[in-house]
Each structure stands twice: as structure tokens, then as C-alpha cells.
């Protein structure tokens, strides 16, 4: 079975400019997450959808992050523009139904230089 | 009163002894505890849970104890092996959210 998959693994880009995160979750996981690991700080929650419904965005920074999970199967993660604090690494997760199969990504690693 | 050990934000250890890694979480609410382990370049990967209606659990050289009474968790590894190497978070949750709460994490460094 494949795991949660994340594109791309690294991103570099200008402050300013606009990145797309993307993760795909395991088949059939309604439950899909997004997490994010400031430089050597804790993981931190941003939202979890269920299915294409945003459940809870407590977590998002602010409106320069935006989430959509069209379909209800994979799911971007948009910054725009990006600053420089958002550089670190962004976790996908999902889960079948609450934490049965609660499975991570390897992430994607943001600089904004 | 009963001592509970301090978070350390790194750990080195000798291969073959014992690693213990500890944890203050933060909401008396919360019933369900994870330690995940992160590799360079790897998502977190569960290690082991535990619920909050017990205060010890054991799975392969690993252990991981519950203190309520503290807000207190802590990871036990056996006989530390190079491939130990890591990042350990504690993560915590109750059982109607979704959500996990993490802390700081811990770098757990083997020497040969």
C-alpha cells in the first residue's frame, strides 16, 4: 500500500512569489491533515479536512495560507506570497477514521529566501 | 513527592544502554499520548501509544510511561542502537479531535 506522498521534497523560493504544496494520502483516508515544523520548534497543526470539508483551520497562520482538497483526495496547500518565516518543513497526514491508519508524510521542506 | 525527569532538547547516548526521553504535555484533557520518531529527511513515524487509563505500556525495546498526576510521559529505549538515531516527539491528543499536539521534540544522538 502506498503511503502519504508529498511534492515536491524541497522548495526554494523568493520572498514574494507563490509555492504549491501537494499531498496525496493514503487511498480511501478521509481524514487528511496538515502540519508544519518551524526551524528546530515543534510540529505544529494547521487544518484537517474530512473528505473536501475543512473540519478545522485553527492552526492556519494567517490568509496569505490557503488549503483546498478538491474532490476529497489529494490536497494543496497554497502560500502567497510567501515571507521568510514560512521556510520550514510541511507535514501531510491521514488517517482512515480518527487515529486508525494515522500515517505521515515525509514532508516538504520550504525555504523563502 | 514523586521526581519526574526534565525535558532535554538533545540526548547523547552510548550504543547499548539504556535511553530514556521525557516529556510535559500540556492539557489535562487529553486521553490519548504518541511518541514518534523522525529521521532526517522522513515524515514522524509511530513508535508506540498509550492510553490514559493506563500508566505503563511495552513493545519492542521500547516503553513508554503515563504520569497524570505530573502531565508526564516519558520514552524508554533498550540496549540504544545507531539506527535510534533520531528526533523523538511526544505527541498528545483526546479522543473525539483529530488534532495532535506535539512537543518540542528531543535529538537523540548514538555513540559507537
Known amino acids: 500500500e502506498a503511503g502519504v506522498t508529498q511534492f515536491p521534497s524541497h522548495s526554494v523560493i523568493e520572498k514574494g512569489q507563490t509555492v504549491t504544496l501537494r499531498c496525496d494520502p493514503i487511498?480511501?483516508?478521509?481524514?487528511l491533515y496538515w502540519y508544519r515544523r518551524v526551524m528546530g520548534k515543534e510540529i505544529k497543526f494547521l487544518l484537517h479536512?474530512?473528505?473536501?470539508?475543512?473540519?478545522?483551520e485553527s492552526g492556519m497562520p494567517n490568509n496569505r495560507f490557503l488549503a483546498e482538497r478538491t474532490g476529497g483526495t489529494y490536497s494543496t496547500l497554497k502560500v502567497q506570497p510567501a515571507e521568510l518565516e514560512d521556510s520550514g518543513v510541511y507535514f501531510c497526514?491521514?488517517?482512515?477514521?480518527?487515529?486508525?491508519?494515522?500515517?505521515f508524510g515525509s514532508g516538504t521542506r520550504l525555504t523563502v529566501v | 513527592g514523586e521526581s519526574v525527569g526534565l525535558h532535554l532538547p538533545t540526548l547523547s547516548v552510548q550504543e547499548g544502554d539504556n535511553s530514556i526521553i521525557n516529556c510535559a504535555y500540556s492539557?489535562?484533557?487529553?486521553?490519548?499520548f504518541i511518541w514518534y520518531k523522525q529521521e532526517s529527511g522522513k515524515g514522524p513515524q509511530f513508535i508506540i501509544d498509550?492510553?490514559?487509563?493506563?500508566d505503563k505500556r511495552q513493545g519492542q525495546r521500547v516503553t513508554v510511561l503515563l504520569n497524570k498526576t505530573v502531565k508526564h510521559l516519558s520514552l524508554q529505549i533498550a540496549a540504544t542502537q545507531p539506527g535510534d538515531s533520531a528526533v523523538y516527539f511526544c505527541?498528545?491528543?483526546?479522543?473525539?479531535?483529530?488534532?495532535?499536539?506535539f512537543g518540542a521534540g528531543t535529538t537523540v544522538t548514538v555513540r559507537a
Open positions: 497526514a491521514s488517517s482512515h477514521t480518527g487515529m486508525d491508519g494515522y500515517t
Open positions: 487511498s480511501g483516508h478521509d481524514n
Open positions: 479536512f474530512v473528505k473536501e470539508s475543512k473540519q478545522d
Open positions: 492539557n489535562s484533557a487529553s486521553d490519548y
Open positions: 498509550i492510553r490514559s487509563n493506563m
Open positions: 505527541a498528545e491528543t483526546f479522543s473525539n479531535d483529530y488534532k495532535l499536539s
